[in-house]
């Protein structure tokens, strides 16, 4: 079963203009029905962060259960890099162009990996001179529109996304403060709900989706990791200033991956691909002219029911993109995108190694991977 993205009144695009419209902006919208009315406002992302494995566990994270999760939906596919411009733009992938993990770039050879803002399998370069960040993605951030309007606001995150391409893109126009440990964290976001009357504090924990991956999200060591981001949390809440507002949610989630198929390792899913984007559970399938058909053929004949395989007019005709994909970001999606139904993934040992390796994967659509939560505290 897949969830379709709720984009424009229950998607994780739709977040941060609720809180800006509760934080008095003149023409945001309460998209989400939150009605803040707060003036210090600060938004946890919590990494890999599902729906359906925080309610499933309330024991493993009472402070976070306790607050009655809202539902939402990520945008498609479910990863970090598209998430994230969801977020900080406030518009849907087919607005925003970062349109999976990994995906191309016309006029480039090689895929671009939007999270380290490098062409796949080059050189490391500083790619940010040709594909400029600000006119790959030229939307107004959120966080600019609420800076316009006198609001301090403040990003408190790792250091290695200061300055980053990603940044720059679809998170731009605050202030930066790199966390460097659990109350480091704790502490700047504390400091910056107090720079000013009113205040916007966006923070970053990515070390469950970390575990998720490499220990899977039916682990021990998972569960005690969603434990500590509780304690993360509830220690925020600890720190708001009175009538301030804490928001926590998530990217994706996440499911345990029990099959894979190796593409570097099947020809006849090779035949007539040139070139093949996204992950394991939602890959982009770039085809040689005139070979999109019969590549379907065969991608569908391999797969089979545990996979959907869509030419790129139908998924975007879905609406997973979005109501509208702009002409030059619809070229950036796959001729055919291929969705898992189950829990069975699309793999490349000889390009990807790692990725292949891992146990814990997101991208597709199924409830574990499109829902989020979505917290409320007052304080």
């Known amino acids: 079963m897949f969830v379709a993205p709720r984009y424009g009144s229950g998607s994780l695009a739709d977040l941060f203009p609720s809180v800006l419209a509760g934080l008095g902006v003149p023409g945001e919208e309460d998209r989400l029905g939150l009605r803040l009315d707060a003036d210090q406002v600060?938004?946890?992302?919590?990494?890999?962060?599902?729906?359906?494995?925080?309610?499933?566990?309330?024991?493993?994270?009472?402070?976070?259960?306790?607050?009655?999760?809202?539902?939402?939906?990520?945008?498609?596919?479910?990863?970090?890099?598209?998430?994230?411009?969801?977020?900080?733009?406030?518009?849907?992938?087919?607005e925003h162009g970062i349109v999976g993990y990994l995906f191309h770039v016309p006029g480039y050879d090689r895929l671009f990996t939007p999270l380290s803002w490098r062409l796949h399998?080059?050189?490391?370069?500083?790619?940010?001179?040709?594909?400029?960040?600000?006119?790959?993605?030229?939307?107004?951030?959120?966080?600019?529109?609420?800076?316009?309007?006198g609001i301090a606001v403040a990003q408190v995150s790792p250091r290695d996304q200061a300055g980053s391409g990603l940044t720059e893109a679809v998170l731009r126009g605050c202030q930066f403060r790199p966390q460097l440990s659990f109350g480091d964290l704790v502490a700047g976001v504390s400091e910056a709900l107090r720079a000013g009357p009113r205040s916007l504090v966006y923070t970053y924990h990515g070390d469950l989706d970390l575990t998720g991956h490499v220990r899977g999200p039916a682990s021990r060591s998972w569960q005690l990791e969603l434990t500590h981001a509780d304690r993360l949390a509830a220690a925020l809440a600890d720190e708001l200033p009175a009538g301030a507002a804490l928001l926590v949610t998530a990217d994706h989630g996440m499911v345990h991956m029990d099959d894979r198929l190796d593409f570097d390792t099947t020809p006849a899913l090779q035949d007539g691909v040139r070139a093949l984007?996204?992950?394991?559970?939602?890959?982009?399938?770039?085809?040689?002219?005139?070979?999109?058909?019969?590549?379907?053929?065969?991608?569908?004949t391999i797969l089979g029911a545990d996979f959907e395989v869509l030419d790129r007019a139908e998924a975007v005709g879905r609406g997973w993109f979005g109501p509208t994909v702009a002409p030059a970001i619809a070229r950036r999606i796959g001729d055919l995108v291929v969705v898992a139904r189950g829990r069975r993934?699309?793999?490349?040992?000889?390009?990807?190694?790692?990725?292949?390796?891992?146990?814990?994967?997101?991208?597709?659509?199924?409830?574990a991977e499109m829902n989020v939560p979505l917290c409320v505290f007052r304080a």
């Open 42 to 94: 600060c938004v946890l992302l919590v990494d890999g962060l599902g729906y359906e494995d925080l309610v499933a566990d309330p024991a493993a994270a009472p402070f976070l259960s306790g607050l009655a999760p809202l539902r939402l939906t990520a945008g498609f596919p479910t990863t970090t890099a598209t998430s994230l411009a969801s977020l900080g733009v406030g518009v849907p992938p087919g």
């Open 121 to 149: 399998g080059a050189p490391k370069s500083d790619l940010r001179r040709e594909l400029v960040p600000t006119e790959f993605q030229p939307r107004t951030t959120v966080f600019q529109r609420a800076v316009a309007d």
């Open 277 to 300: 984007g996204g992950e394991p559970r939602a890959r982009h399938v770039y085809t040689e002219p005139g070979a999109e058909s019969d590549v379907a053929a065969a991608w569908e």
């Open 345 to 367: 993934g699309v793999i490349r040992t000889g390009a990807e190694p790692l990725q292949s390796r891992l146990i814990g994967h997101h991208g597709s659509l199924t409830p």
